[in-house]
């Protein structure tokens, strides 16, 4: 099967954008309604423009955007990638120092434990 989806995790037939045995790849990218998804991407609230992790989310699928906070729409999963995003920190800055040396990101597992607890001191 050949569907092309708006997003990876939208299965919704609502967002199909069409089949690349009817349609070429440029053709759905350029489809209206792919294009206004896109933008929606773009439209960010003012509590996700002054986020610490926008770089990381950058606001999430626009779908999830339900939740209304002082009048702009909000993903309802915010806190939870706040959560993640918080917790992963330690241990993707000492994978990037692994990278950074010439050594296997793979590494980390022989330290985690370490990292584990530096963070809860």
Not at 28 to 35: D, V
Not at 68 to 90: A, I, S, W
């Amino acid at each position: 099967m050949a569907t092309c989806l708006a997003a990876t995790i939208l299965f919704f037939p609502a967002y199909k954008l069409g089949n690349l045995q009817q349609h070429s790849l440029e053709e759905m990218a350029a489809s209206p309604f792919q294009q206004q998804f896109g933008a929606a991407k773009a439209n960010l609230s003012s509590r996700c423009q002054n986020c610490t992790w926008r770089f990381a989310c950058h606001g999430g699928c626009p779908k999830h955007r339900i939740c209304m906070d002082g009048g702009e729409r909000q993903n309802y999963l915010c806190k939870g990638y706040l959560e993640f995003f918080q917790h992963v920190t330690p241990y993707m800055n000492v994978m990037r120092q692994l990278l950074l040396n010439q050594r296997p990101a793979g590494h980390i597992t022989r330290i985690v434990d370490m990292i584990a607890d530096d963070v809860r001191q």
